[in-house]
């Protein structure tokens, strides 16, 4: 049996404790680029991938809408994951003996307020879990990491100070893909479905292929689009919709997208999150 799901990143990074805590029973298991997980996936290595997709403060990430609709996977469910940056250093490292913050840029974008309380210079990694890794390695005194807890504990590294991020809501929404789709039953669940499409090249054609979705009472939560082939003329975009296609109003307002669309695929049909109700109630909600 795969009891196998991958990650981007080092162990440690936001994307593992992601998994930790959606799939505990799961082996974790970390690639380098998005390009490995999904192929790790596809070549049935592993049964799933955890990819981010959102993140309230930093927006979308915009290597996987480019990614996902050649991968050739389905989305199968959601997690979103609380982002909480933990100011960390070696054992003999302290507030006075650091000069330096080394993470991912959207850290270091997320961290301001201590980088500048502390007088910081900032280093920007490759990604948070990485620069913990390297932190560690090199014994340095005078350089912190902003990464989570469990990268402290992987690393053996020291929490300086807990929770410096600036936004208490920053959060993070994760996809995760399997070869085969797995759709949501209709009917029992808040469901989301989540669509790519080009429109034909045609005037107008947007617009009508999105007054479906407005004349047959469908939420659209979100719509990205983005340049595809290299042409500035085609544009792809991503959608994400409540409802199933099993819904009356949802097949109705498919058949029209479809009528003005040259091309068009469902990536997935799953559960909304439970945490989307809390999202929504604090008004941050992931766009």
Same mark, same amino acid.
């Given at each position: 049996?795969?009891?196998?799901?991958?990650?981007?990143?080092?162990?440690?990074?936001?994307?593992?404790?992601?998994?930790?805590?959606?799939?505990?029973?799961?082996?974790?298991?970390?690639?380098?680029?998005?390009?490995?997980?999904?192929?790790?996936?596809?070549?049935?290595?592993?049964?799933?991938?955890?990819?981010?997709?959102?993140?309230?403060?930093?927006?979308?990430?915009?290597?996987?809408?480019?990614?996902?609709?050649?991968?050739?996977?389905?989305?199968?469910?959601?997690?979103?994951?609380?982002?909480?940056?933990?100011?960390?250093?070696?054992?003999?490292?302290?507030?006075?003996?650091?000069?330096?913050?080394?993470?991912?840029?959207?850290?270091?974008?997320?961290?301001?307020?201590?980088?500048?309380?502390?007088?910081?210079?900032?280093?920007?990694?490759?990604?948070?879990?990485? +620069? $913990?890794?390297?932190?560690?390695?090199?014994? !340095?005194?005078?350089?912190?990491?902003?990464?989570?807890? @469990? /990268?402290? *504990?992987?690393?053996?590294?020291?929490?300086?100070?807990?929770?410096?991020?600036?936004?208490?809501?920053?959060?993070?929404?994760?996809?995760?893909?399997?070869?085969?789709?797995?759709?949501?039953?209709?009917?029992?669940?808040?469901?989301?479905?989540?669509?790519?499409?080009?429109?034909?090249?045609?005037?107008?054609?947007?617009?009508?292929?999105?007054?479906?979705?407005?004349?047959?009472?469908?939420?659209?939560?979100?719509?990205?689009?983005?340049?595809?082939?290299?042409?500035? +003329? $085609?544009?792809?975009?991503?959608?994400?919709? !409540?409802?199933?296609?099993?819904?009356?109003?949802?097949? @109705? /307002?498919? *058949?029209?997208?479809?009528?003005?669309?040259?091309?068009?695929?469902?990536?997935?049909?799953?559960?909304?999150?439970?945490?989307?109700?809390?999202?929504?109630?604090?008004?941050?909600?992931?766009?």
């Amino acid at each position: 049996m795969n009891n196998k799901i991958v990650f981007q990143g080092e162990m440690g990074a936001y994307s593992h404790i992601a998994c930790v805590k959606k799939y505990p029973d799961m082996q974790h298991i970390p690639v380098q680029t998005f390009e490995d997980a999904f192929f790790q996936v596809k070549d049935g290595n592993a049964k799933y991938a955890m990819i981010p997709i959102d993140n309230s403060l930093a927006g979308r990430v915009a290597d996987i809408h480019h990614l996902l609709p050649t991968s050739g996977l389905y989305i199968i469910d959601e997690f979103f994951l609380p982002i909480e940056h933990q100011l960390l250093g070696n054992s003999d490292a302290s507030e006075e003996t650091i000069k330096n913050v080394m993470s991912h840029r959207h850290a270091l974008g997320q961290c301001r307020n201590i980088i500048s309380e502390l007088n910081l210079n900032q280093v920007v990694g490759a990604d948070t879990a990485g +620069s $913990a890794k390297v932190i560690s390695e090199n014994r !340095d005194l005078s350089t912190a990491v902003l990464a989570s807890e @469990l /990268a402290a *504990e992987i690393y053996n590294l020291k929490i300086i100070r807990r929770n410096v991020e600036d936004e208490n809501h920053n959060t993070t929404r994760f996809i995760i893909l399997a070869s085969e789709p797995d759709d949501a039953e209709p009917n029992k669940h808040p469901t989301i479905t989540s669509i790519v499409f080009r429109v034909r090249n045609v005037p107008a054609s947007l617009y009508k292929a999105m007054g479906g979705f407005a004349t047959n009472n469908v939420n659209l939560i979100k719509l990205e689009s983005y340049i595809v082939g290299g042409s500035f +003329s $085609a544009a792809q975009f991503y959608v994400d919709i !409540d409802g199933h296609p099993h819904d009356e109003n949802v097949r @109705l /307002a498919l *058949e029209e997208l479809d009528f003005f669309s040259s091309e068009l695929r469902i990536l997935g049909v799953y559960n909304a999150s439970e945490m989307r109700k809390k999202i929504n109630k604090n008004d941050n909600y992931l766009k």
